[in-house]
């Protein structure tokens, strides 16, 4: 009877032995940081034991803006470095610049903004809203380096005041007017014309057009 229940003791001891050794093979295969100390098996040194019973690494400086991947060691969060993930990383100083037109540094981000006349967009580049579509010119328009400018179909026109509809230039207040002997200037809209003085007539003469008297002859 003695000998059956030693060897029940015996037996019920290796079992569990046999279960704590089986706990542990399978902590080393489930967790990191786990170390063998001769026949102890226990957490790293650097490493803790959580309440779950996983190894998690220590980090003594600790890590601000990150959590902790290797005994003090740490993996900072998007826009933070330093050895504690507690400095900010200016990301408008890198190259090349998350920004195309300009660039604010913001606590572990930055923002972007465009110039006058561009919208953002979502790669962080401006796109140029200014075109000849929104401009609203009465006439066209010409875009040159980025800047839309109203134009005008003639000469005798130039932009008015409001820079977008045209208004006339009289060429024959300005002297401007390149009329031949014997013709007036008559301003027109975006022109103007050379008409005859009065008891002149326009002929075809000699190849060529001429104001000539209607009391005078035509030679043939």
Same mark, same amino acid.
């Given at each position: ?23 542990? !093979?399978? $902590? ?19 490493? !803790? ?47 090349? $610049? ?7 540094? !913001? ?43 109203? !134009? ?29 002997? $014997? ?38």
């Amino acid at each position: 009877m003695l000998v059956l229940v030693l060897l029940s003791r015996f037996y019920l001891l290796t079992r569990t032995q046999t279960l704590e050794q089986d706990r542990w !093979t399978d $902590r080393v295969q489930l967790s990191r940081g786990l170390c063998r100390y001769g026949n102890s098996v226990e957490c790293c040194w650097g490493w !803790t034991q959580t309440d779950g019973g996983r190894c998690q690494p220590v980090c003594q400086q600790g890590c601000k803006h990150g959590h902790c991947v290797e005994p003090d060691t740490c993996r900072c969060h998007l826009g933070f470095s330093g050895k504690a993930c507690n400095h900010d990383l200016n990301e408008c100083g890198l190259k090349p $610049r998350p920004c195309k037109h300009r660039c604010m540094n !913001t606590p572990g981000s930055y923002k972007c903004f465009c110039q006058d006349g561009y919208t953002l967009q979502a790669d962080g580049s401006c796109r140029n809203v200014r075109t000849c579509y929104h401009a609203n010119c009465q006439y066209g328009c010409e875009v040159m380096k980025g800047a839309v400018r109203c !134009t005008c179909p003639s000469p005798g026109l130039r932009l008015g005041p409001d820079r977008r509809s045209c208004v006339d230039v009289n060429e024959c207040a300005l002297g401007r007017d390149t009329c031949p002997h $014997r013709r007036k200037c008559i301003n027109t809209f975006g022109s103007f014309l050379c008409r005859c003085h009065l008891g002149f007539k326009l002929t075809y003469l000699d190849g060529r057009y001429a104001c000539i008297g209607e009391l005078s002859p035509v030679p043939l």
